[in-house]
Structures are given as structure tokens and as C-alpha cells.
């Protein structure tokens, strides 16, 4: 009886679903004024994924922060500095404590596109051959105030084939939250290879940094909930 359970228990195992949500935080200089609301908005994201967690469902997350430093960050300059930070790494979210000021400090520019293929990378790494798995699926979230400014490693036409490879197989799914007008931001996300629906703009104010945070819990909830039917919802950024 003792190998049956075990058998069972491995099985359910294995069919678990598992939610793997990369969020891709923008820490440039500018952030620097919404600084408080980031940090709220951050912890509140993790507060929505961990009431999606049951039996069926494990939810990790992977937290990417991304800046550039150095006198001359707006340039091609070797003084430059990369700063990508990954404060946690295919962690469970159940065990993810808050942030705070002393884990989110923005300064200079703005490497969008290196973050993004870091981040891509570092849950291809994490993963391994695993990622193949039907009951592996990926929400890409990148929250940024800004425009790409300071990337060295990858361009635009390199981010946007591995977005639409990724997107291709329907375990991926990409999210553009940026600020300014939606004409704007949507152009962003579209050289980007990232879909308009999966887009939302915000407002340079400490009530558009909330909003967008709120737009960002939504996306995750009703993410989080079409994988558990395995419906594919078109509209994350909607309240249903």
C-alpha cells in the first residue's frame, strides 16, 4: 500500500502546474520619484500570486532589476555599468518576503533590452531541459518608465525573435507595462514583438505607478487562472 501512495503522490507530482512569473523592473534614475509606490506595488504583485497557489498550482517567481551606472551611462562609454539585479531566482512564492527601500535603489539609465534577454535566459538556466514540460508555463511581465537607452548585448531585432519564439509554443506570455501615451508605449511593445492587448501605458505619477501596479496584479490573476483551465486568456490586463 505504501508503493501505491508513493506512485500516486509522484504522479501528482509531475502533473502539478507550475507558474513560472519573470517580472522585469526598470530601477533608472527616474524611478527614483515613485520609489515608495514601486516597492508597494512590487509586494502587492507578490500578494496576488501567492493566493493562486493550491494543491494543483506552484507559482515561482524571478525579480530582474535593471539600470545602468556610470558618468557617462547615456553614452557608448566604457565607464558604463550594467546593473542587473536578480533579487530572487525561481523562488516560490510563498516564501517571498516583502521588499524594501534598501532592496530597490534606482539610478542611471536604462539597458531594457539586456534585461529582458537576461531575463529570458535566466529561466531558460533555471529550468533546464524541464522547460519543455506541458505543465511548465512562463508570464514575462517588464514594467519600465522609460525607453531603451543603454544596451550592449542585444538589440531590438534580437529581444523581438526571442519574444515571438518563446510566444510561439502558448507556454509564454509576454506583458509591456510603460509609461507614457498608449501610442507610444504600444510602438514599444510592438518592435518589441510583444502584443497590444498585452500592453497597458500609465501616467509619470504617484497614482499612475499604482495603476500600473494594479494593471500588473490583474495581468498575474487572471494569468494565473486561465492556466488552471487551460483557457488562453487574450486580455490579462481586463478585470473579469
Known amino acids: 500500500m505504501a508503493g501505491i501512495r508513493n506512485i500516486k503522490q509522484f504522479k501528482n507530482t509531475i502533473m502539478k502546474k507550475i507558474i513560472h512569473a519573470l517580472t522585469i523592473i526598470d530601477k533608472s534614475g527616474s524611478m527614483m520619484s515613485f520609489r515608495s509606490r514601486t516597492i508597494e506595488g512590487i509586494n502587492?504583485?507578490?500578494?496576488?500570486?501567492?493566493?493562486?497557489?493550491?494543491?494543483?498550482?506552484?507559482?515561482?517567481?524571478?525579480t530582474l532589476q535593471f539600470s545602468s551606472i556610470g558618468n557617462n551611462w547615456h553614452s557608448l562609454s566604457n565607464d558604463k555599468e550594467l546593473n542587473f539585479v536578480f533579487?530572487?531566482?525561481?523562488?516560490?512564492?510563498?516564501?517571498?518576503?516583502?521588499?524594501?527601500?534598501?532592496?530597490?535603489?534606482?539610478a542611471g539609465g536604462t539597458p531594457l533590452l539586456d534585461a529582458i534577454g537576461l531575463g529570458i535566459e535566466k529561466i531558460k538556466e533555471f529550468h533546464g531541459d524541464k522547460l519543455r514540460d506541458d505543465n511548465i508555463s512562463v508570464i514575462v511581465t517588464i514594467i519600465t518608465d522609460g525607453e531603451e537607452n543603454s544596451s550592449t548585448l542585444y538589440n531590438r531585432s534580437e529581444i523581438k525573435k526571442m519574444i515571438e519564439h518563446f510566444e510561439a509554443d502558448g507556454k509564454w506570455t509576454f506583458t509591456f507595462i510603460g509609461c507614457g501615451s498608449f501610442e507610444n508605449v504600444s510602438n514599444t511593445s510592438a518592435q518589441l514583438g510583444i502584443n497590444c492587448s498585452n500592453t497597458i501605458a500609465y501616467d509619470a505619477s504617484e497614482e499612475g505607478t499604482c495603476q500600473a501596479f494594479?494593471?500588473?496584479?490583474?495581468?498575474?490573476?487572471?494569468?494565473?487562472?486561465?492556466?488552471?483551465?487551460?483557457?488562453?486568456?487574450?486580455?490579462?490586463?481586463?478585470?473579469?
Do not use: H, M, W
Not at 87 to 97: A, D, K, L, Q
Open 87 to 106: 533579487t530572487r531566482i525561481g523562488c516560490p512564492v510563498g516564501s517571498v518576503e516583502d521588499i524594501t527601500e534598501k532592496d530597490y535603489s534606482p
Open 214 to 240: 494594479a494593471c500588473a496584479s490583474t495581468s498575474y490573476l487572471n494569468y494565473s487562472r486561465s492556466v488552471k483551465s487551460g483557457v488562453v486568456d487574450k486580455a490579462l490586463f481586463t478585470q473579469k
Open 44 to 62: 502587492s504583485n507578490i500578494a496576488t500570486l501567492k493566493k493562486e497557489v493550491d494543491e494543483n498550482t506552484e507559482i515561482l517567481n524571478t
